[in-house]
């Protein structure tokens, strides 16, 4: 799965409702989770957000978004890249906040042939 617009909120929420990282077919839904909140527009700045940082943001440069709208947030740190089966890779620690709910977690992401980031297994 990479992170497109459909795609990515599918991909997304199988890893951020569940706190554990881009293959998510094992991931379990949690329904209290904050990305389970977002609405689309959260989605979309979201998404851009991710995006942003996992192709252009430093190692320990956290990036910010939120949603005046709706009061959704949260932030992106790249921690650490590196390189599994010839594919440039990033760990991201990445935290959310909506409807009053907080969760946060470290996700691996590994750049496709396509050039898309998707979530590593």
Not at 18 to 46: C, G, R, W
Not at 64 to 85: C, H, V, Y
């Amino acid at each position: 799965m990479t992170l497109n617009s459909h795609g990515g909120k599918v991909l997304l929420l199988s890893v951020l409702v569940a706190a554990v990282p881009a293959s998510a077919q094992n991931v379990l839904f949690m329904k209290d989770a904050p990305y389970a909140h977002f609405t689309a527009e959260d989605h979309a700045i979201f998404n851009e957000t991710l995006n942003d940082t996992l192709g252009h943001g430093a190692e320990g440069e956290t990036r910010k978004w939120s949603n005046p709208k709706t009061r959704a947030s949260g932030e992106m740190t790249p921690l650490k890249s590196f390189e599994r089966d010839g594919r440039s890779c990033r760990t991201l620690s990445i935290r959310n906040k909506a409807k009053g709910l907080t969760g946060s977690a470290k996700y691996n992401f590994c750049k496709q042939d396509s050039g898309k980031w998707a979530l590593a297994n």
